[in-house]
């Protein structure tokens, strides 16, 4: 079955510099990756997505990019700001099969 | 809006009661789903209700059951709980799942329940 492995589990940053995450998948049938963001209480916000059919989204200080080859994609956050402090995680999608599976999260850290 | 609210915030049973966590969107969504998650862990699928009809049950113990009244609403009725289902309960909603239509799977989440079984 479809397997996504997420790293680092913890990443720390000075505020102001960048922070990238990376998600692998192993079943090319994956067609949707979203990233949510999780802060301590809270359940996960989707803070952004990209299907297989786009190599890049951005929003604001946020960009996902995928690379369908190598079976990756990657988060980052530009300009870090303290509030950017969370649990994220990514997750996939298999192209019939609606579930998400979810890589194991990355603690990001905001250092001031 | 995509908000998903969910009922109560906390909540503390001991292993002989029986509650109910609520959860409600108005979105339109004809799908909804029930979530389990422990510490530091990413979120465990449960149940996954399309168009009021259970459609996916991942060998849930029975001492969970969920239903799911109308296409705004998703209970899951807990009884003779253990310990170890202590854990963040959290519901989301897609607008479908078997569509296929692009964006129809965007599952949006709750703020979840934190359940304690003492």
């Known amino acids: 079955g479809e397997n996504v492995e997420q790293h680092p589990s913890t990443l720390s940053v000075q505020e102001g510099d960048s922070a990238v995450i990376k998600c692998t998948y192993s079943d090319s049938a994956s067609n949707y990756f979203p990233w949510y963001k999780q802060e301590l209480g809270k359940g996960p916000q989707l803070i952004i997505d990209?299907?297989?059919n786009v190599g890049e989204k951005k929003d604001q200080r946020i960009a996902v990019t995928l690379n369908k080859t190598a079976k990756h994609f990657s988060l980052h956050i530009t300009e870090t700001q303290p509030e950017d402090s969370a649990v994220y995680f990514c997750?996939?999608?298999?192209?019939?099969?609606?579930?998400?599976?979810w890589g194991a999260g990355t603690k990001l850290i905001i250092k001031p | 809006d995509t908000e998903v609210t969910q009922t109560p915030k906390h909540l503390v049973m001991g292993m002989t009661n029986k509650k109910s966590l609520k959860c409600e969107q108005h979105?339109?969504?004809?799908?909804m789903y029930w979530y389990k998650q422990k510490a530091k862990k990413p979120p465990e699928l449960m149940f996954v209700?399309?168009?009021?009809?259970?459609?996916i049950n991942e060998s849930v113990p029975s001492r969970f059951s969920p239903e799911c009244p109308n296409s705004s609403l998703l209970n899951l009725h807990l009884h003779a709980l253990q310990p170890e289902d202590s854990a963040l309960y959290l519901c989301?909603?897609?607008?479908?799942?078997?569509?296929?239509?692009?964006?129809?799977?965007?599952?949006?989440f709750g703020p979840g329940t934190r359940l304690t079984v003492l």
């Open positions: 990209i299907r297989s």
């Open positions: 989301a909603s897609s607008q479908d799942r078997a569509s296929g239509r692009m964006g129809t799977d965007t599952q949006y």
């Open positions: 209700y399309s168009y009021e009809k259970l459609s």
């Open positions: 979105m339109g969504h004809r799908a």
């Open positions: 997750a996939a999608t298999l192209r019939w099969n609606y579930q998400l599976i």
